[in-house]
């Protein structure tokens, strides 16, 4: 099997398992209780949350773990809003989001929010002249992916960071689900007041995820209960989802620095492969473009189809997001770059990790060389 869809899912690391077994199955313990057993549950959790700061260079009281990133998204933006409608009611998001950022948005529009939706240029990035053209008086949150989900296009993150510290009123959230341990990115620096990430994309358990929300940034929570993580995501805390967490996060930023040449050799390997296929057009820009997606287009022929012929090869990729991918719809992000109904419609995605290799991309390569041929000898 080749595997070449890591951006709907990763495998978890062997070492991430093991570490979320022993936790549930040695130290169950609830975290809240008060006996020595859930003691060491809380210590497990601390110990999490202080090794997820530290490998993200912020503070623990800055850490709120979440079950993935649709949780992450939806707490942020509509936490933000919610803690800080009397300073105005207007939110700035870009057309290429994912859908728990678009989706959220909508939510806020029937709450009686306006959001501005700004473009994005034919490679699928935002202009942070754009952005700064649409702040109003009661602007209060701007949400910008770092790299999309379906492209792989990079954002002007720190760019939009600087510009908005000419607006202290104005919160940053950033959806850094697609972008954690493939293209690095400094909280402090961009000056990002909330981020989103979900461990699954990194080799970690599926379920879990993380919120970072700068000390002294006011949201309001979405889950009200027992009022564990500081009153902002109450129920019992995931403590072997924290764990493993911490330990995923801490192998892949490792492999990132040893690894990160590898991925983009893999990469360019395939750009340039699919750049010779004949009725091929790559849909991922060349420039501002994280080395672990590359999307690309047949047209006059349907994605979906595309996809099961490569399965039944033993190779696996996808079309857009996996959020969206069984609505066939037409994708979102390529529109919004201007392109085609028939292209946006044929697009394929293929999106790596650390363990693929040169190898691997020659096989897909070839598979979709064959494939092509195969499927246009039926079509006529």
Not at 124 to 130: E, H, L, M, Q, S
């Amino acid at each position: 099997m080749i595997y070449f869809d890591n951006s709907a899912t990763t495998k978890p690391f062997p070492e991430v398992l093991d570490s979320f077994l022993k936790v549930s199955s040695e130290y169950f313990g609830n975290p809240s209780s008060l006996h020595n057993f859930g003691g060491l549950a809380e210590k497990l959790l601390n110990q999490a949350r202080s090794q997820a700061a530290k490998l993200l260079s912020v503070q623990p009281n800055e850490i709120y773990f979440t079950s993935g990133g649709t949780e992450g998204n939806n707490l942020a933006i509509k936490g933000t809003a919610f803690a800080n409608q009397k300073s105005g009611r207007h939110l700035i998001t870009t057309t290429i989001e994912h859908p728990s950022v678009r989706e959220s948005m909508k939510q806020l529009e029937s709450f009686g929010f306006d959001v501005t939706e700004v473009p994005v240029d034919s490679s699928g990035r935002v202009d942070v002249k754009t952005i700064e053209n649409a702040i109003r008086e009661d602007t209060i949150l701007v949400s910008v992916m770092h790299v999309n989900n379906e492209v792989g296009t990079i954002q002007p993150i720190k760019e939009i960071g600087q510009l908005l510290r000419k607006y202290p009123r104005i919160r940053f959230h950033v959806d850094h689900v697609q972008g954690i341990g493939k293209v690095p990115l400094d909280l402090n620096d961009c000056s990002i007041d909330l981020c989103s990430i979900s461990a699954h994309k990194f080799h970690g358990v599926k379920g879990t995820g993380l919120l970072f929300v700068r000390d002294g940034v006011k949201i309001n929570p979405l889950l009200n209960g027992g009022g564990q993580e500081k009153n902002l995501r109450s129920g019992t805390e995931n403590v072997a989802g924290a764990v493993s967490l911490a330990k995923a996060l801490r192998m892949i930023m490792e492999i990132q620095d040893k690894e990160s040449r590898h991925l983009n050799l893999v990469s360019r390997k395939l750009r340039e492969g699919l750049s010779k296929i004949e009725g091929v057009v790559v849909n991922t820009p060349e420039i501002y473009a994280a080395p672990h997606i590359m999307n690309f287009s047949i047209p006059h022929l349907k994605s979906e189809v595309f996809v099961h012929a490569l399965e039944e090869k033993n190779i696996y990729v996808s079309t857009t997001s996996a959020c969206s991918s069984k609505l066939k719809t037409l994708s979102g992000t390529l529109a919004s770059m201007g392109m085609t109904e028939d292209r946006a419609g044929s697009a394929i995605r293929l999106s790596l990790s650390y363990t693929n290799t040169v190898g691997e991309a020659d096989a897909v390569l070839s598979a979709i060389q064959e494939t092509i041929e195969e499927l246009r000898k039926v079509m006529k």
